[in-house]
């Protein structure tokens, strides 16, 4: 009887285990059910401005990259707290190198970060990862955000290499006719020679050769420093290594191009067509000397007649929008009279009037032009015209379509 009353109490028993077993397993799955079905309900994300982050040739951020922490979507985004961890990564080919890692000691729901200037000059990518708890065991959300890295601008280096000197990205000098460029995004030099420190440090990327012959440095001018001779291509701009600062004052600094802390001296801009310049142009000049007819093509900016006899000039050159602006002047040189015409009448326009026929009739008179567009009102339907630009010294002839000099 012993026996069997100890054989059930050990039934039972087992049963109640498994029992209790069974009901705790019941209740995790309770538990881990409904923390399943409320994180699904405010799933927390990583949002970032800017997308990706700038740096520019010497490594200053453009903008702090904003970190911020939402549940939901829309109108219905609300603003959450979680442990952060940022990393700063070099990354070539499969390899990773971490440069810098912050990891919050508390939940934050806000970040701004900035990538010191002096600092991590290979840096091409941030992680960001948000984390449910400070021992960063329960993961959340991760964002991956691009560094994307301005050009430097090359910029020749006068004086010979000296450890004092502190080079900046872009800079190059010349030694045993090979050209060296400082190559980091952080300013810096190092102990050695750049020759000496390239063949002790092959992978460093702090110096970069280039061996400076002639045609080889034309080519990486020209597609590696955007410089030939005196002149600096950067964009749809060619500029001048020399120019003023703010205040007037010579500089060759032709880096800060784009702010008033450089104009140059010369600006062309392919993409538009525009030129700016602080020095003078000098004026193409061609000289008739006989009475014959002459045909002028306005690839000059001065004609000069020079002839004792009655002359022709028959002008011409290409209509349309591309030829608008040209400008040019005609020169009376001799004793003689000098007759304008255009292979179309009343082309030429004085003080509102138009006109087939300018007549310079004294030595020395001159007839400034400018070709430009007008409405079809103004110009007999034509819509282009040769503005005469002199303020005076014109006067109607009798038959209403000469103008001649006074």
């Known amino acids: 009887m012993r026996k069997l009353l100890l054989k059930t109490w050990c039934v039972l028993k087992w049963a109640c285990q498994a029992l209790l077993a069974g009901l705790h397993k019941l209740y995790d799955m309770i538990l881990t059910g409904t923390f399943y079905l409320v994180a699904e309900s405010e799933r927390l994300w990583i949002g970032v401005n800017p997308e990706t982050v700038s740096l520019d040739a010497n490594n200053v951020q453009a903008a702090p990259l904003q970190v911020r922490f939402w549940a939901g979507e829309g109108s219905n985004k609300v603003a959450m707290s979680a442990y952060l961890t940022l990393r700063v990564e070099s990354i070539v080919g499969s390899s990773v190198t971490k440069l810098f890692e912050d990891k919050t000691a508390s939940k934050v729901s806000s970040y701004d970060y900035t990538i010191p200037s002096d600092k991590y000059a290979t840096a091409n990518r941030i992680s960001i990862y948000a984390y449910e708890d400070a021992a960063r065991t329960k993961e959340i959300d991760s964002k991956l955000v691009n560094i994307i890295v301005a050009n430097p601008t090359p910029f020749p280096r006068s004086e010979d290499w000296n450890v004092d000197n502190v080079y900046k990205n872009g800079e190059y000098l010349k030694q045993d006719n090979v050209l060296y460029m400082w190559t980091s995004r952080v300013s810096g030099n190092t102990e050695i020679s750049p020759k000496e420190w390239i063949e002790a440090h092959q992978e460093s990327g702090l110096w970069t050769p280039y061996p400076y012959d002639k045609l080889i ?143 310079l009739n004294n030595p020395g008179d001159i007839v400034e032009f400018i070709y430009s567009p007008m409405t079809a009102i103004v110009t007999s339907g034509m819509g282009v015209t040769l503005v005469i630009k002199n303020k005076s010294d014109f006067k109607a002839s009798s038959d209403g379509i000469t103008l001649e000099s006074i």
Do not use: W
């Not at 191009?257 to 001296?265: I, V």
């Not at 002008?315 to 400008?327: H, K, P, Q, Y």
């Open 217 to 359: 440095a034309a080519e990486i001018a020209l597609l590696n420093f955007a410089l030939i001779g005196s002149a600096v291509f950067q964009d749809e701009y060619m500029i001048s290594q020399q120019g003023v600062d703010a205040s007037g004052n010579p500089t060759e600094d032709y880096r800060k191009f784009g702010t008033n802390a450089f104009t140059p001296n010369l600006k062309l801009n392919f993409k538009t067509g525009d030129c700016e310049l602080s020095g003078s142009i000098r004026r193409g000049m061609v000289v008739f000397d006989s009475e014959a007819p002459h045909q002028g093509i306005t690839k000059n900016n001065i004609y000069v007649c020079k002839s004792d006899s009655n002359t022709l000039i028959t002008l011409f050159f290409s209509s349309g929008s591309r030829s608008f602006g040209t400008e040019f002047s005609i020169i009376n040189g001799g004793s003689g009279v000098v007759s304008i015409g255009y292979i179309i009448n009343h082309i030429f326009l004085f003080k509102g009037k138009q006109y087939s026929i300018v007549k």
